[in-house]
T-cell receptor
Framework: GQQLNQSPQSMFIQEGEDVSMNCTSS?????WLWYKQDPGEGPVLLIA?????ELTSNGRLTAQFGITRKDSFLNISASIPSDVGIYFC???????????FGTGTRLKVLA | EAQVTQNPRYLITVTGKKLTVTCSQN?????MSWYRQDPGLGLRQIYY???????DKGDVPEGYKVSRKEKRNFPLILESPSPNQTSLYFC?????????????FGPGTRLTVT
């Protein structure tokens, strides 16, 4: 099945640094979602994007729906220790109810 | 409390022994879905349901069955489990038949097939 290419696979950063990650797809999507998963738990939705070019913020998190509709970006500003976890992107194409998830970015924050 | 519940949370079974993982949501959501999560592969959609009696295959449906007889429940059935179905399984639900809205995930079921 189709997979999204999500990068980087993992990141080690210092507390207070900004973080960027992205997802690219070979298909056009009309919905992009960003999730965070903590150990032993299910993913939790962070940001949902529904329009090409859309830029949406949720606290220190900002995500963008790429203008080509084949990519999306997530930025975290001024990282803190509780940002540790795995971040997933997910996309859905028009005319389908199936979601495709990225392989995840594992973030570790060093205090 | 609004939530998605899954049972059991952990299961160890043997090849070929039929099992069912239950999923229930109390939010009156139309859309429900099952995913499996494997290292390095992210989450892959197994089956989804847009409403009662309406189900469709995701990306990896082989070896699985689902049913949606009631709005709140969406069980995942493995008729003859095999070791390659050892995985972490998540159920999710959301408002609307498109699933575009926020998907709430359950806590996961860790299945081991020996």
């Amino acid at each position: 099945g189709q997979q999204l290419n999500q990068s980087p696979q993992s990141m080690f950063i210092q507390e207070g640094e900004d973080v960027s990650m992205n997802c690219t797809s070979s298909s056009i999507f009309n919905t992009w979602l960003w999730y965070k998963q903590d150990p032993g738990e299910g993913p939790v939705l962070l940001i949902a994007l529904y329009k090409a070019g859309e830029l949406t913020s949720n606290g220190r998190l900002t995500a963008q729906f790429g203008i080509t509709r084949k990519d999306s970006f997530l930025n975290i500003s001024a990282s803190i220790p509780s940002d540790v976890g795995i971040y997933f992107c997910a996309g859905r194409s028009s005319g389908t109810y199936k979601y495709i998830f990225g392989t995840g970015t594992r973030l570790k924050v060093l205090a | 409390e609004a939530q998605v519940t899954q049972n059991p949370r952990y299961l160890i079974t043997v090849t070929g022994k039929k099992l069912t993982v239950t999923c229930s949501q109390n939010m009156n959501h139309e859309y429900m879905s099952w995913y499996r999560q494997d290292p390095g592969l992210g989450l892959r959609q197994i089956y989804y349901s847009m409403n009662v009696e309406v189900t469709d295959k995701g990306d990896v449906p082989e070896g699985y069955k689902v049913s949606r007889k009631e709005k709140r429940n969406f069980p995942l059935i493995l008729e003859s489990p095999s070791p390659n179905q050892t995985s972490l399984y998540f159920c999710a639900s959301s408002f609307g038949t498109s699933g575009s809205n926020e998907q709430y995930f359950g806590p996961g079921t860790r299945l081991t097939v020996t």
